[in-house]
């Protein structure tokens, strides 16, 4: 490839709207470009790197025993409407009518497309295990597509799906797509750590997430400090304290004339907000929920939506607190009819509260568990933060941000049993199959890369995965000798099998430079007037910033054994 022929053109500044550096810096150095919120086109830089991450992932998915196949995006409703996932998915669905009034959807994901296909063609224990992959693009009206590639409504993705007779064979499939995830990572040079996560729409009793460390993560995970524990901060939990003896105050009401936040009372009181309890009500199919936490904790909904499932959980409104007799504001626990009560672990770890009174401008001191309130059941119900214990072995959890990347899901029957896909086992009774699946996002990938792989001067991507492991700068185009020899190495490196880019623009030196440190050429080999009289040639590795001037003799030799020690 010559540059001067190259499909790009690198940017100075970023464009307005990007903030990720990875958003920044793939715009920049030409590698895409925006058509329209959360949709991004490839440039030839771009797709080589995209293409590389999807041959990595190729590799591991065959080396792993699955076999790669091809699913249409568009696809009918029907077996959507039948696990329940059409409405599940509501409006980050993109539907559409066909010309006969069907209605068809485009597909963020395949269990449903998938599973019909191999019930029909597999109906024997003898089949089984199978595990079938593509590498497609998923589509999702993301409400707020942000971070470029980062969170597209378009997407590319490889999904894989195991079908077995038991969960012990799901186990073992699961087993191996783990292993495989982790080569997948290693070998495109994210550093990632593996997390237990919430399932979301997917489903299934284990999952897991694999999530790259990045400042402009937009999720959270944590994991302790002294043991193996982490999770999504959606599926964390912390150690469950004690409960404690239940105090002996007396219940009183003490006026708090408009303060209707844990700020506001804890200011007119003197109080810290962790002695104040929390109550958050809402809607679950009818039934009022009051979700008691300690004041200085919010509510984990995920963890609420899923204790309450298949409820619709909501929060109420103005217009519900009315129609119930609640006063926003000042509600607690005691003495209320017809009201659901939960509270988190840590709501039973104090003897006594300070809580809404159920009064306009009023709270109620003393309040104690067991006394003037019940409780349906205790369940882990709020946020966990750093410096929670770890559930596991006590030490201190911490809180980082990352880039989810990939997630598997031991899925179970949760799609085969409402799809009516089985299989006639061994006693010749009809089973249904047993379900995995196994996503990774590609173009997530490429981004959390640039986004772990770049300094001030541009990205320098680990030769795995950049567009070309080698580029070579001519410097002097007046000059036949620096042509000459800038050709001779492009040559000869092209011939041993190097994937190598020729600068040979008529730009000036130092915009030549400049791109070939935004692009993240690994190996970076620059012919000159100056170098060329001297007999030498200047090799520089981009991730560790290492010159060196090599006789022109052995640049070539030198270019590769470069590349091969780079990261």
């Known amino acids: 490839m010559r540059l001067s022929q190259l499909f790009a053109r690198t940017l100075r500044d970023a464009p307005a709207d990007a903030e990720a550096p990875s958003h920044q810096l793939l715009a920049r150095a030409a590698y895409v470009r925006q058509v329209m919120a959360g949709v991004y086109a490839f440039l030839p830089l771009g797709l080589r790197t995209l293409d590389k991450v999807a041959d990595i992932v190729r590799e591991e998915m065959d080396r792993a025993g699955a076999q790669e196949v091809l699913l249409p995006i568009l696809a009918p409703a029907e077996p959507w409407k039948l696990t329940g996932r059409w409405d599940a998915y509501g409006p980050d669905m993109f539907k559409l009518r066909d010309r006969h009034e069907r209605d068809l959807g485009l597909t963020p994901t395949h269990e449903e497309v998938l599973t019909p296909i191999v019930a029909a063609e597999y109906s024997s224990y003898r089949d089984l295990p199978v595990n079938l992959y593509q590498v497609q693009w998923k589509y999702r009206d993301e409400p707020r597509p942000r971070s470029g590639i980062l969170r597209g409504r378009e997407f590319l993705m490889k999904d894989a799906y195991s079908f077995d007779r038991d969960v012990d064979g799901l186990k073992v499939a699961y087993a191996k797509m783990v292993e495989a995830y982790k080569v997948i990572l290693d070998r495109?040079?994210?550093?990632?750590?593996?997390?237990?996560?919430?399932?979301?729409?997917?489903?299934?009793?284990?999952?897991?997430?694999?999530?790259?460390?990045?400042?402009?993560?937009?999720?959270?995970?944590?994991?302790?400090?002294?043991?193996?524990?982490?999770?999504?901060?959606?599926?964390?939990?912390?150690?469950?304290?004690?409960?404690?003896?239940?105090?002996?105050?007396?219940?009183?009401?003490?006026?708090?004339?408009?303060?209707?936040?844990?700020?506001?009372?804890?200011?007119?009181?003197?109080?810290?907000?962790?002695?104040?309890?929390?109550?958050?009500?809402?809607?679950?199919?009818?039934?009022?929920?009051?979700?008691?936490?300690?004041?200085?904790?919010?509510?984990?909904?995920?963890?609420?939506?899923?204790?309450?499932?298949?409820?619709?959980?909501?929060?109420?409104?103005?217009?519900?607190?009315?129609n119930r007799g609640l006063v926003k504001g000042f509600v607690g626990p005691q003495g209320l009819d017809d009201v659901r009560v939960i509270a988190d672990h840590r709501v039973n770890a104090r003897g006594e509260w300070v809580a809404g009174a159920n009064e306009v401008d009023q709270h109620a001191t003393g309040v104690v568990f067991g006394r003037d309130f019940e409780v349906e059941r205790f369940e882990d119900l709020a946020q966990v933060r750093e410096g929670d214990p770890c559930p596991r072995c006590g030490g201190d959890l911490k809180v980082g941000r990352s880039i989810e990347v990939g997630h598997t899901f031991q899925l179970g029957t949760r799609y085969s049993v409402p799809l009516e896909a089985t299989f006639t086992d061994e006693d010749g009774s009809e089973q249904p199959l047993v379900m995995g699946c196994y996503g990774i996002g590609v173009t997530r990938v490429v981004a959390a890369i640039a986004e772990q792989h770049n300094d001030e001067h541009g990205l320098a991507w680990p030769k795995a995965v950049a567009p070309f492991g080698v580029v070579v700068v001519l410097v002097n185009r007046d000059d036949e000798r620096v042509v000459a020899e800038a050709e001779r190495i492009y040559a000869a490196l092209l011939e041993a099998g190097i994937q190598v880019a020729l600068d040979d623009r008529e730009s000036a030196a130092g915009v030549k430079f400049n791109d070939a440190d935004l692009i993240g050429f690994p190996v970076q080999v620059v012919v000159g007037k100056r170098g060329i009289d001297a007999g030498q040639v200047d090799i520089k590795v981009r991730a560790t910033g290492e010159k060196r001037q090599v006789p022109v003799g052995q640049v070539v030799a030198d270019a590769i054994t470069a590349l091969e020690g780079a990261p």
């Open 188 to 322: 495109c040079g994210l550093t990632y750590r593996i997390v237990e996560a919430d399932p979301g729409l997917i489903g299934g009793d284990v999952n897991h997430e694999f999530m790259a460390v990045a400042e402009v993560g937009e999720d959270l995970f944590v994991h302790c400090s002294s043991c193996e524990y982490a999770a999504n901060v959606e599926a964390a939990t912390a150690a469950i304290a004690e409960a404690a003896v239940p105090g002996t105050a007396p219940l009183e009401t003490v006026r708090t004339p408009g303060r209707t936040t844990i700020r506001g009372v804890t200011e007119l009181l003197g109080l810290e907000p962790a002695e104040l309890l929390k109550s958050m009500a809402y809607q679950a199919d009818g039934d009022v929920v009051l979700v008691l936490v300690p004041g200085d904790r919010d509510v984990d909904e995920g963890k609420l939506r899923r204790l309450l499932a298949p409820a619709a959980v909501r929060m109420l409104d103005d217009d519900d607190f009315a």
